[in-house]
C-alpha cells in the first residue's frame, strides 16, 4: 500500500502532495478535474505504465517545461519516477536505477477498473490481450523481455515486407527471434488463462449472487506450433506485406452459460465479468506476487446496483488498499466496507480532504 504521493507538472497538477491511509481514498470531484490523474500517478510510479497513453510526454502539464515527477513510498519504499527530455530517471530509496525492468522488477503490484473494461468484453482482442501482458509483466520478468524483444522483432519484420522487395533472408532472422520469445509468449498466457479461469468464474458468481458459469478460453492466432505457422502463412505476408500470425494477433474466448459473453450476455452480465475479470487478475496477482495490488478503481460504483456494490467490496481482499474516483456520492450510504476510507475533493488541480 502507498501512504503518500506526490506529484509535480503532472497532467492538470503543477504540485500535489497526498498522505492516504492504508485502508485507501475516495477521490470526488466534477468530470475533468483530475481524479483519474491521481490514479494514472500511483499506476505510473508503480508500473510505469499508464492505461491511459504509451507516450510518456504527453502526462507533463501543458505549460510546466514539458517533464514530470512522481513520488511516493507504495510498500514501505520510496520510489521516484521523474520524466524530462532527456528521458526517464528512476530512483528507489534514493538510489538510481538503471532502466524499466530494474524498476518495477521489486515495485509492487496494481490492478486498474474502470468502465473501459467494458471492451474487454465487446471490444477486439487486442484489449483482451493487454489483460495478460499486464499480468505477465507484473509476475515474471522473463514475460516483459520476451513481449519486449517480440515487438522489436516484428515490427523490423513488417517494415521488411512493407518494403515489398526480396529480403528473405533478414525476414527469417526476425522470425527466428519471433519464434524463440512468441512461443515463451504464448506458453506463459496459456497457463495465465488456465489459473484465471476458476477465480473469474468464482468472482462471476459472488459479484452476481447468481450462478451464472463464466469461461475462459486461451485462443492462440497461430495454434499450438508457431513455427509452422509462420511456414504456412509466407506466402499470405508477402501479399498482404505484413505479419499475420502469432501472439500479437492472440485472444480469450469469454463465454457465460456456454454462449460468447459478447454477444449474449446483457449489459449488466458484461459490466459483472468485467468486474470478475479484474477480481481474478488481483487474486492471481496476490497468490503470486505474495502481497495484496493496491486497487485502482476509476468512477466504477455510480454503475453498479447496490447489492453488486457490496458483493465487489466483500469480494475484495480486505486488507488491500483501494483508491476509488467518483463524481457522487450517493451510492456510498449504500454500500459496505469502506469505513475506513479517506475521502478527498478534487477540483481545479488541487486536492483537499472533505
Not at 254 to 276: K, N
Request: net charge positive.
Amino acid at each position: 500500500m502507498l501512504h503518500s504521493l506526490r506529484l509535480l507538472d503532472f497532467r492538470c497538477f503543477g504540485a500535489l502532495d497526498l498522505g492516504v491511509p492504508a485502508a485507501g481514498a475516495i477521490l470526488t470531484g466534477d468530470n475533468a478535474q483530475g481524479k483519474t490523474s491521481i490514479l494514472e500517478a500511483l499506476c505510473v510510479l508503480v508500473r510505469l505504465h499508464s492505461p491511459r497513453t504509451h507516450r510518456m510526454g504527453t502526462l507533463a502539464r501543458l505549460g510546466g517545461g514539458g517533464g514530470f515527477g512522481i513520488a511516493g513510498d507504495p510498500w514501505g519504499g520510496e520510489r521516484q519516477v521523474r520524466f524530462s527530455r532527456e528521458g526517464l530517471a528512476l530512483k528507489v530509496d534514493g538510489e538510481p536505477r538503471a532502466n524499466r525492468n530494474s524498476y518495477v522488477a521489486d515495485g509492487g503490484l496494481v490492478v486498474w477498473m474502470g468502465n473501459e473494461d467494458l471492451e474487454l468484453i465487446r471490444g477486439p482482442g487486442e484489449g483482451r490481450r493487454r489483460y495478460l501482458d499486464f499480468i505477465g509483466a507484473q509476475l515474471d520478468p522473463a514475460y516483459r523481455r520476451a513481449w519486449a524483444r517480440y515487438r522489436r522483432a516484428l515490427q523490423a519484420k513488417n517494415l521488411l515486407l512493407k518494403e515489398g522487395r526480396a529480403r528473405d533472408a533478414e525476414i527469417r532472422s526476425y522470425e527466428e527471434i519471433l519464434i524463440e520469445h512468441g512461443t515463451l509468449l504464448m506458453t506463459a498466457r496459456a497457463k495465465l488463462v488456465e489459473q484465471l479461469r476458476p477465480l473469474a468464474a468464482a468472482a462471476q458468481r459472488a459479484v452476481s449472487g447468481r450462478d451464472e458459469p463464466l469461461t475462459l478460453q486461451y485462443l492462440p492466432a497461430s495454434g499450438p506450433d508457431l513455427r509452422e505457422s509462420m511456414l504456412q502463412a509466407r506466402e499470405r505476408e508477402n501479399r498482404l506485406r505484413q505479419s499475420v500470425v502469432g501472439p500479437h494477433r492472440d485472444d480469450i474466448q469469454l463465454r457465460l452459460h456456454g454462449m460468447p459473453a459478447a454477444d449474449f450476455a446483457s449489459e449488466g452480465q458484461q459490466r459483472t465479468i468485467a468486474l470478475a475479470l479484474k477480481l481474478a487478475q488481483g487474486g492471481l496477482l496476490e497468490a503470486q506476487g505474495g502481497t495484496a495490488p493496491i486497487y485502482l478503481m476509476d468512477d466504477i460504483f455510480g454503475e453498479l446496483d447496490p447489492g453488486r456494490r457490496n458483493a465487489l467490496m466483500a469480494h475484495l481482499p480486505p486488507l488491500a488498499q483501494k483508491w476509488i474516483t467518483t463524481t457522487h456520492l450517493d451510492w456510498l450510504r449504500e454500500t459496505t466496507g469502506l469505513a475506513e476510507i479517506a475521502r478527498f475533493r478534487v477540483n481545479e488541480g488541487g486536492c483537499r480532504t472533505t
